[in-house]
T-cell receptor, first 109, second 116 residues
Framework: QKEVEQNSGPLSVPEGAIASLNCTYS??????FFWYRQYSGKSPELIMS????GDKEDGRFTAQLNKASQYVSLLIRDSQPSDSATYLC?????????FGKGTKLSVIP | GAGVSQSPSNKVTEKGKDVELRCDPI?????LYWYRQSLGQGLEFLIY????????KSGLPSDRFSAERTGGSVSTLTIQRTQQEDSAVYLC??????????????FGPGTRLTVL
């Protein structure tokens, strides 16, 4: 079983819709979870971090964590074409980030 | 600048040559990380520094890879006798610390290495 799994997509949503990105992880002791956005040809950019069960909101982004189900998600409200990118889920194991392969999101104008 | 910087941005080399990649972390960040991203592959952890020490070198792919950090700041990743499979984007990240929220890692722009 892969340590961090994401649907590779592509996920296509119309402009203004909610994009839902999902991630599961295998290591039950993981305590810190991150979402990175990566535009083509660019490096990953940290957009959300979450450490406790429940929801965390930051502007149009909401991260959701369920440690019992080993599940992390990212919701993007009012999706914009500029949100089109690959979204990487990352899980801390000790000090080391383990990344999923990413989900490619396309927001259609 | 306030972010992580890396140089060079692009490096083309011939098989068998040595290369050095440089990373300058965010000021005050004690933890520094090197990752590698190959075409179509995920991000692969290489090495972690806390201060000038590297507690974990297990991610380095072979003994041709080495890294050092001096003054708790700049780090250099060296690849000796480069091979074509070393071609990738090498990413450096830094974080304020290495525990919990202090481990929010911020990435530099990367060095794209091409081995001919």
């Amino acid at each position: 079983q892969k340590e961090v799994e994401q649907n590779s997509g592509p996920l296509s949503v119309p402009e203004g819709a909610i994009a839902s990105l999902n991630c599961t992880y295998s290591d039950r002791v993981s305590q810190s979870f991150f979402w990175y956005r990566q535009y083509s040809g660019k490096s990953p950019e940290l957009i959300m971090s979450i450490y406790s069960n429940g929801d965390k909101e930051d502007g149009r982004f909401t991260a959701q964590l369920n440690k019992a189900s080993q599940y992390v998600s990212l919701l993007i409200r009012d999706s914009q074409p500029s949100d089109s990118a690959t979204y990487l889920c990352a899980v801390i194991r000790g000090y080391q980030l383990t990344f999923g392969k990413g989900t490619k999101l396309s927001v259609i104008p | 600048g306030a972010g992580v910087s890396q140089s060079p941005s692009n490096k083309v080399t011939e098989k068998g040559k040595d290369v050095e990649l440089r990373c300058d972390p965010i000021s005050g960040h004690t933890a520094l990380y090197w990752y590698r991203q190959s075409l179509g592959q995920g991000l692969e952890f290489l090495i972690y520094f806390q201060g000038n020490s590297a507690p974990d070198k297990s991610g380095l792919p072979s003994d041709r890879f080495s890294a050092e950090r001096t003054g708790g700041s700049v780090s250099t990743l060296t690849i000796q006798r480069t091979q074509q499979e070393d071609s990738a984007v090498y990413l450096c990240a830094s974080s304020p610390g290495a525990i919990g929220a202090y481990n929010e890692q911020f990435f530099g722009p990367g060095t794209r290495l091409t081995v001919l």
